[in-house]
């Protein structure tokens, strides 16, 4: 299985920037994708952004043109850089990875918070 560790979250004003981290251990070889979700109270958690093994990005289209996903693979680590941060972007940001073995396990980490507001 994999362990999923994330950083980076705090509180910022609006149109400010944070890079939040997430650190991959176990079974590491096994990922095929990684991402990032978030969930604002009463709201579904929703997708932000995703990356595979290759390279191949997806990006909410809330988030499209502000904040970019990179992942190293030699660090097992995906970080996603947020600019021009806006208060609905307020919300627990979760990492995400899905292990591709026998059958696909999907992991999730603890959840860091972004706070956005004057």
Not at 5 to 34: D, K
Not at 47 to 61: K, Q
Not at 94 to 110: D, R
Request: hydrophobic fraction near 35%.
């Amino acid at each position: 299985q994999v362990q999923l560790v994330e950083s980076g979250g705090g509180l910022v004003q609006p149109g400010g920037s944070l890079r939040l981290s997430c650190a991959a251990s176990g079974n590491i070889f096994s990922i095929y994708v990684m991402g990032w979700y978030r969930q604002a109270p009463g709201k579904q958690r929703e997708l932000v952004a995703t990356i595979t093994r290759g390279g191949n990005t997806n990006y909410a289209d809330s988030v499209k043109g502000r904040f970019t996903i990179s992942r190293d693979n030699d660090k097992n680590t995906v970080a996603l850089q947020m600019n021009s941060l806006k208060p609905e972007d307020t919300a627990v940001y979760y990492c995400n990875a899905i292990q591709v073995v026998t059958s696909p396990i999907n992991s999730w980490g603890q959840g860091t918070q972004v706070t956005v507001s004057s």
